[in-house]
């Protein structure tokens, strides 16, 4: 059995540098003021999905995401690691998303991609005519801690989805169901799930392999036509693999009401960065009666015994 399986991937700004223009006069996050990375919980999603290719030959592996053109980032990073195609979707009036929006755009373009699949194989076991068999993403982004897209994009393609993963155990070919570990309050919980389905993986899942020397040769100058310059915009058309694909909202087939801010109920309201400070300090010495001190401070204040 080959599966096809789509990573949801993001490039998000990096939160340990937070500064006072990280928010735009319109109440968005100022991506570009920002220092960009890969968001770590997709990436604890990407070594799920490679762990099956290994375990299925023929698999393939599609990553997507959504954001500025050079979140082509993303893509080569995904590449180097093994996945095999990358989609970048990114437009203006897809700025602003929040998660209902994001979903519904990511939505459409994992259709898109599941009917070319279908269109490429018309005897490939659809399950149900959807053209993908596993949707694999990060619990959730960084940069918004909501763990909403993932969830509102299962219910958006009708899919049963499995959130909180630590680990696919293993995965039946005949009876098309899968066996998943998930880490919850309290606990260790296994459950089964019908194929095609929707995983949303816990950042303390197995992290990704790194990137393999070979394949970041080979795919360190895949772009999308957005971030060419005049000096590689033509590309080797021998090496069609360096083209990225790049969709835009009219691609794949977007209600123009349902993207962007045009689609988004909620907007960021503020973004600062908070230290904490101590209150009160104290200096001490190894003494005997020091000691004694803040132990019998501890205990009246209850924090210890």
């Known amino acids: 059995m080959s599966l096809k399986i789509i990573v949801l991937a993001k490039q998000v700004p990096d939160t ?3 500064g006072p223009d990280a928010m735009t006069p319109e109440g968005t996050i100022n991506r570009s003021a920002l220092p960009a990375v890969f968001n770590p919980d997709d990436l604890n999603a990407l070594e799920q999905a490679l762990q099956l290719k290994d375990k299925f030959p023929g698999s393939t592996i599609s990553v997507v995401t959504m954001g500025l053109p050079k979140s082509a980032e993303v893509i080569r990073e995904a590449l180097y ?4 195609e990358g989609y970048v979707v990114t437009d203006r009036p897809l700025g602003g998303a929040d998660t209902l929006a994001t979903s519904y755009t990511l939505a459409q373009a994992i259709r898109k991609i599941a009917n070319a699949n279908l269109n490429a194989n018309p005897n490939l076991n659809d399950n149900g005519n959807l053209g993908v068999d596993i949707i694999i993403g990060g619990r959730q982004a960084i940069d918004g801690d909501t763990a909403q897209v993932g969830p509102q ?3 958006k393609l009708g899919l049963t989805q499995v959130t909180y993963a630590e680990e696919i155990l293993s ?7 899968v066996v998943i570990k998930r880490h919850i309050d309290g606990g260790v919980e ?4 019908p194929l095609p389905l929707v995983v949303t993986v816990n950042g303390s899942a197995a992290p990704c392999r790194p990137r393999n020397a070979k394949r970041v040769m080979k795919y360190k100058r895949a772009t999308v036509a957005l971030e060419r310059n005049d000096a590689n915009l033509n590309l080797n058309p021998n090496k069609p693999y360096l083209d990225i694909t790049q969709w835009g909202a009219a691609d794949i087939d977007c209600d123009p009401q349902q993207i962007g801010k045009a689609g988004s109920p909620t907007n960021v309201k503020k ?3 908070i230290v904490f400070k101590a209150k009160e300090s104290r200096t001490m010495t190894g003494s005997d009666e020091d000691i004694n001190s803040l132990m019998k401070e501890l205990i009246s204040e209850k924090i210890i015994g």
């Not at 296994?190 to 799930?193: F, P, R, Y």
């Open 16 to 18: 340990h540098n937070v």
């Open 81 to 84: 690691r093994g996945a095999d």
């Open 153 to 155: 994009i299962a219910e």
């Open 171 to 177: 995965l039946d070919e005949e009876a098309k169901k």
């Open 190 to 193: 296994t459950v089964e799930a």
């Open 271 to 273: 973004v600062e960065n």
